[in-house]
């Protein structure tokens, strides 16, 4: 499974930026059928979950470094996920890569395990 991501950039510190995750993996599969989440990795760092949203019910999860300013959500009219990402601070500077994972799955652990598919990865840099 393969997914083709689009958003991110370089941003100054307490700026927002959107990532989006595809409507279609590349097989032709609709993401609306998949749980969907985002990690990154930073330079020196092992790579991070970072949000997951289902595809049940909208249930989320988000790491601690980012809950309150990280919003994951889908758009089922675009058939799109979107990350929004508010009030950026320069150590959320990595790469950022889109995951594909069965419906049910909605804590860190079961995406860690039950991963079907990535994206390419995208920069986000937050400077001055």
């Known amino acids: 499974l393969r997914l083709v991501e689009s958003g991110g950039g370089l941003v100054l510190p307490g700026n927002s930026l959107r990532r989006s995750c595809p409507a279609s993996?590349?097989?032709?599969?609709?993401?609306?059928?998949?749980?969907i989440g985002w990690y990154r990795q930073s330079p020196g760092k092992d790579r991070e979950p970072v949000a997951v949203i289902d595809s049940r019910d909208g249930f989320t999860a988000y790491a601690d470094s980012v809950r309150g300013r990280f919003t994951i959500y889908r758009d089922n009219a675009r058939n799109a996920v979107y990350l929004q990402m508010n009030a950026l601070k320069t150590e959320d500077t990595a790469v950022y890569y889109c995951v594909a994972a069965p419906m049910w799955v909605r804590t860190f652990l079961a995406l860690r395990q039950e991963v079907v598919g990535w994206g390419q990865g995208t920069q986000v840099t937050v400077s001055s």
């Open positions: 993996t590349a097989s032709g599969s609709s993401t609306n059928r998949y749980a």
